[in-house]
């Protein structure tokens, strides 16, 4: 864990990020800064370049153009790899093996030396609370349990950032709002997270929320902040009013932030 | 690249396999299956002795490659590939370790193939029986390599099972075994030169026939090991970390 940030420099910086993907634009011009320490929400439709966004800050993704910084260094650089945990949207575990296997490989492959790796898999087994589970094979649970078995594997080695593509997709109210315990603790420890989802109600847990559709940002802003300017009740509303506003304007033939920035 | 990682990598990639106990079996006893079949259809002639050695090199190469391409394609459908690219492990440590891992299981592999073949079926060959044995190591190891390399341009399972015939298939035609390479039209013969498969038979051949070829085969052997090092390097080569 980082104990003592940089001061004044965010730890995800985004600036003109451009991604065509098979011919088609999916993000014409996002810039985005994040600070230490703030559990982001990326929140829109399935669709919308929630998953392109998070894998070009992990640096998998091919970009067109523009700059991603994590950590004040390039995306997906070497000195990176320790530093930043990704929860892939589909579980992305060895499913023929246990889950003790499982994050046992990935503590090793994170730089855990060897005797401390039973003490690491134990400390995320128990944050996702799969103790019970731990020998079993992970292609015999269910749906759930394999998705946090993910999920643990993205929290070994304590990385100083977290992009986690819609980790509490298929879990029940309960589980859910315990992983959000654990995202808050892990921020208030100096953590920054960057956490999709499409499930709106998910927004209250947020320090800060970016509604995104069509590769663009609607808004970046507090939940209060959103629903201040919107005067909705609720995030889904604010979504659904921006989403309107968007369309008005692109009607009434204002310049929207797409023909901005492209 | 880290030697660590590479054999954690390998490890891991062993402890699927020995999960998979239906797998594991299958390595072991298809290739000795084979090989007894082969000694049933030519019992009572002098064929098993002529064929026996170049096939026992083929099976395990063959399995391997299967093996090895579906092995990896899962690695990268899983989404496993992609976790892995993000973290501190160097393509390398990946793909040698999977070289390391299926090398030992086609070690395993051909060392019980041989050996059945030696002394239960009583494949008798001019060169030393322990020369056969590392041929067909060596052969395997050659499967492993060229699947590790070939899965890199299949996006499906559809499309790696079938670069068996596409890429396999070609070279035991040309490899020697139907018609000795020397008797091949010109640019055939070029092709079967420039093809792993025809060395790996052409050590086969000379163990059968000839009891002091230590050197020739030797060199066959070191041009199979010069494959198997290019073969795995393109591999991690072809790698991206970035997709689209």
Redesign the interface.
Known sequence: MLKNPPVGQPAIRVEGLRVV??GRTVIPGLSLEVPHGQVVGLLGPSGCGKSTLMRSI??????AGGVVEVLGLPA?T?PL??R?G?L?Q????????TVR?NLA??A????TPRSGIAHEVARVVEMVDLGSHVDA?VGALSGGQLSRVSLA??LVGAPDVLVLDEPTVGLDPVLRRDLWVIFRRLAADGATLLVSSHVMDEAVRCDRLLLMREGEFLADDTLSGVLASTGAADAEQAFLALVDQARDRAAAGGTTTSEVSS | MSP??ML??AG?VL??VR??RRTLALLIVVPCVLMGLLAWIYADTPVFDSIGAPLLGMFPFLVMFLVTSIATLRERQ???L????????AKADLVGGYAIAFGALATVQALVAGTFAVYALGLDVAGQDWLLIVVAVVDALLGTALGLFLSAFAATEFQAVQFLPAFVLPQFLLCGLLVPRDRLPDVLHWASDVLPLSYAVDAMRTITVDASAGADVAKDVGIILGFVLVLVGLGAATLR????
Do not use: N
Request: hydrophobic share 35%; no cysteine; charged share 25%.
């Open positions: 993907r098979g992990v640096g998998v993704q091919k970009v997906g070497e790899r320790h930043i990704y892939t589909a579980p992305s575990v060895y499913t023929d093996l296997e490989y990935f090793a492959v994170v730089g094979s594997a993205a | 660590r990682l954690v990598t891991r402890r699927q999960h998979d899983s989404g496993t992609e976790r892995l690219l993000t973290l501190p492990l970390r970035r997709t689209d």
